[in-house]
């Protein structure tokens, strides 16, 4: 594991003593190649120009922005007192989580002064994400709460009464000012933003903007004065282009970081995402499989599971593709005990050593108590997930029972996991997967549940449906439905909705446009289409004819029977922006 950051007090938010409590990490084989491929490298000359000072205080996935930097040549040392700051010959902030309990942290720790102190001396400075808005005098979110107060402005929430989804997840474009400097070459690429939460420019914090972006409103997208940077995008995210930009920080003299191609960025681009359904086969390996209507299993004598390629090699395969995201979903995940997936976390590990798109990792996350009696949260399994090098958490079961519980109750506990894990990580860090059915009904009148008119009759010639919710795999269905599911999650903190299909799946016949019509336009969040992509037309029909903000497939993928790229250039010849 890595190195913990400096120590934190026990009146510290419970995420800090998370971070402290790895699992051990045995050898794993089996999962495909675990060797890093520097494809470039920006590296020092001296043994102090090759080292990074990280101030890692505890919150979400900051192994990426460290297999980041070793990529690139660097090696770290990590934040463990106020004076490791001051010492820094370049410093990386890599904020993620909340602000309040980011800045709870630092001002505990005298990490404040400290960080004010060495930017006032105006030393080498990149603050990331949360490490931008940080800079600020204050924030709205769960305050008003102060800020250090370096860089006029308050940092408010985007405004989704405009139709514009919050979060603001996904590949958006820049706007460069002319002295941008580790921004230089990247004005017509996409970079990877992931927040709720902004800083507007104004007379009073004209001078530090280096870039913009355009998101219903235009805000802050970066910070310059001197050698102090900061950015809301993530560039350990954000691709070869991400690559560059941290390249041009760690070495600004070098001229060996790899400049990335042209581009044609002007707006939010949709997203095409690869999954990989991950579970042990017959032989105890960590295979990908891809289901026919979620059985993944072959219709042969020996009905072993279907086999597709291991999970490490395929992910780094669809990164070099262009794919936008990777999403790995544990699909036996429900039955056993998660942090007990040992395995699984290691496929984290080493898919984020060189793969540098967000990772989301799905499966299994809910409060657990082992054969031992050790109880695990929901929370703690998230945090090792988050700390083996996801971004993001998807969550299916368990949000269907917390949704059925709300609607109930009409009251929130605070004690669910969505809820639990967007209030230490944010909302943007929480996926809720549906995996509904469809069942036709003659009458919308007959149930109280969302119906809708499909496009499709029945097999005797229903002209309606509603979409049950299941649980376990498919397997059990629940007595709420998708439409139901979607508008309570939202309220329970789940920033993003991928939207499977059961009926669907494995067909290779389209997405189901209905339910992600129907889903899509009721919630303000983000909404994944899944389940049924055939062709490269399927994915610019699902855009065209709905609200979807991004289009994830599988077995297309798996069985090269449609490249990543193939999709992404019809999209483009049907006018629809994309991450090329």
Avoid at 260 to 274: D, H, Q
Avoid at 436 to 445: A, F, G, I, L, S
Avoid at 488 to 504: K, R, Y
Wanted: aromatic letters at 8%; one cysteine or more.
């Amino acid at each position: 594991m890595e190195a913990p950051p400096f120590a934190y007090s026990a009146s510290t938010s419970s995420l800090f003593s998370l971070r402290n409590k790895p699992l051990s990490s045995p050898t794993i084989t089996h999962l495909g190649n675990t060797k890093p491929s520097k494809s470039f490298s920006v590296g020092a000359s001296s043994s102090r120009d090759s080292v990074v000072t990280l101030l890692d205080y505890g919150a979400g996935n900051v192994r990426s922005v460290r297999n980041a930097i070793r990529f690139l040549g660097f090696d770290i040392k990590d934040v463990q007192t106020p004076q490791d700051i001051l010492n820094a010959s370049r410093l990386v902030f890599p904020g993620v989580g909340a602000f309040a309990a980011a800045m709870e942290v630092l001002s505990k720790t005298g990490m404040d002064e400290a960080l004010c102190s060495y930017i006032d001396k105006d030393r080498p400075f990149l603050g990331i994400c949360l490490g931008l808005q940080l800079l600020f005098e204050s924030s709205e979110e769960n305050g008003p709460v102060k800020g250090l107060g370096l860089v006029p402005g308050t940092v408010g929430r985007f405004d989704s009464s405009n139709g514009f989804r919050v979060p603001h997840i996904g590949w958006n474009a820049l706007q460069i000012t002319e002295d941008s400097g580790i921004l230089d070459d990247v004005g017509n690429h996409h970079v990877y933003f992931v927040h709720s939460y902004r800083a507007m420019p104004s007379d009073d914090n004209n001078e530090w903007i280096s870039s913009t972006c355009d998101y219903g409103d235009k805000f802050i997208a970066s910070i310059r004065r001197g050698n102090v940077n900061a950015v809301q995008f993530h560039p350990e995210k954000s691709g070869d282009v991400g690559l560059s930009i941290l390249g041009r920080f760690l070495n600004p003299k070098s001229n060996m970081a790899k400049k990335p191609g042209e581009g044609k960025a002007s707006k939010l681009a949709k997203r095409v995402i690869a999954c990989l359904d991950v579970r042990t086969n017959d032989k105890g390996d960590l295979v990908v499989t891809k289901g026919d209507q979620y059985d993944v299993r072959e219709h042969t004598k020996e009905n072993e599971v279907r086999n597709l390629g291991k999970p490490v090699d395929l992910a780094g395969q669809y990164y070099k593709d262009g794919a936008d995201e990777v999403s790995f979903l544990n699909i036996t995940g429900f039955r056993d005990f998660p942090l007990g997936d040992l395995p699984m976390l290691q496929v984290l590990r080493y898919t984020s050593e060189n793969v540098f798109v967000p990772l989301t990792v799905g499966g299994g996350i809910r409060d657990f108590t082992d054969s031992t009696g050790r109880y695990y949260s929901s929370l703690e399994v998230a945090s090792e997930y988050f700390r083996s090098g996801a971004d993001k958490i998807s969550i299916g079961s368990d949000a269907v029972y917390a949704a059925e519980e709300y609607l109930k109750a009409g009251v929130k506990t605070g004690k669910t996991s969505l809820e639990q894990i967007s209030r230490v990580y944010g909302n943007q860090a929480v996926v809720v997967s549906i995996d509904p059915r469809r069942v036709y009904v003659k009458d919308p009148n007959d149930l109280q549940l969302k119906t809708i008119r499909v496009s499709s009759p029945g097999p005797n010639g229903e002209e309606y449906a509603w979409y049950q919710c299941t649980v376990n795999g498919g397997r059990e269905g629940r007595p709420i439905g998708a439409y139901e599911l979607a508008k309570a999650v939202e309220e329970l903190g789940a920033g993003e909705i991928l939207l499977n299909c059961i009926d669907c799946d494995g067909q290779g016949k389209g997405f189901d446009v209905d339910l992600i019509k129907l889903i899509s336009d009721a919630v303000s969040i983000p909404v994944i289409a899944s389940s049924g992509a055939g062709a490269p037309e399927h994915f610019s029909e699902v855009f065209y004819k709905t609200n979807a903000s991004a289009a994830l497939a599988a077995g297309i993928f798996h069985r090269k029977e449609v490249p990543i790229q193939s999709v992404k250039e019809h999209l483009l010849k049907e006018g629809i922006e994309v991450r090329i």
